[in-house]
């Protein structure tokens, strides 16, 4: 879905480099209580597997949002998205999301996996706008906490 709310212009997507890492990880400590280590990242982009795609200000060119997803034997694994706080509710997560699952369309990748704290208000919602729905549980998922993730698939 386009974005087409009103107010401020909706981000210009595009392919991440390594040299996005350094913002990325302002992003993340900025969001994710158990964020992802510079490390994590690197590889990322060394491995070179994934779909690696970033938001940026049309007028700024600052990046602010990314989505980093793996396709795997035909499905997509989507393994971290994030928008700075700063950028939250202007339709940029939406903007991420939305590229990916076009780009599944287009190559015939399906279906789409993800996990999701029970508690991510924000996440949860954004995902069932978008037709995610529960597929399972996955027992203290999370180190940090221990909690349970939700596994959500589309498709
Ligand atoms: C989840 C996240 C990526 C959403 O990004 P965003 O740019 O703020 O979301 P959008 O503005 O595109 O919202 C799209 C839709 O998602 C839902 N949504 C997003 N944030 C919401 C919130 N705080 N409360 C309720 N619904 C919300 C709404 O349906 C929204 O549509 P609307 O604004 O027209 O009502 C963002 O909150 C984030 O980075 N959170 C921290 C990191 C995180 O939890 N990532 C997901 C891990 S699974």
């Known amino acids: ?21 350094d913002r990325i990880l302002v992003i993340e400590r900025a969001c994710f209580p158990a964020p992802w280590t510079r490390g994590q990242f690197e590889r990322e982009f060394s491995i070179g597997r994934g779909t690696l795609r970033g938001a940026f200000c049309p007028e700024t060119d600052r990046l602010d949002g990314y989505l980093i997803a793996w396709p795997v034997a035909g499905e997509v694994h989507l393994m971290n998205l994030a928008v700075h706080p ?17 780009r ?52």
């Open 1 to 21: 879905m386009p974005n087409e709310r009103p107010g401020p212009p909706g981000p210009r997507l595009a392919d991440l480099a390594v040299r996005h890492v």
């Open 104 to 155: 599944a369309v287009q190559e015939g990748w399906a279906p789409v996996w993800l996990e999701v704290r029970p508690g991510n208000r924000a996440a949860l919602a954004l995902y069932a706008s978008r037709g995610f729905i529960r597929a399972g549980r996955r027992p203290g998922y999370y180190e940090d906490t221990g909690e349970d993730a939700l596994l959500l698939r589309w498709k």
């Open 86 to 102: 700063a950028r939250q509710r202007q339709g940029w997560g939406a903007a991420l999301l939305d590229d990916l699952l076009g």
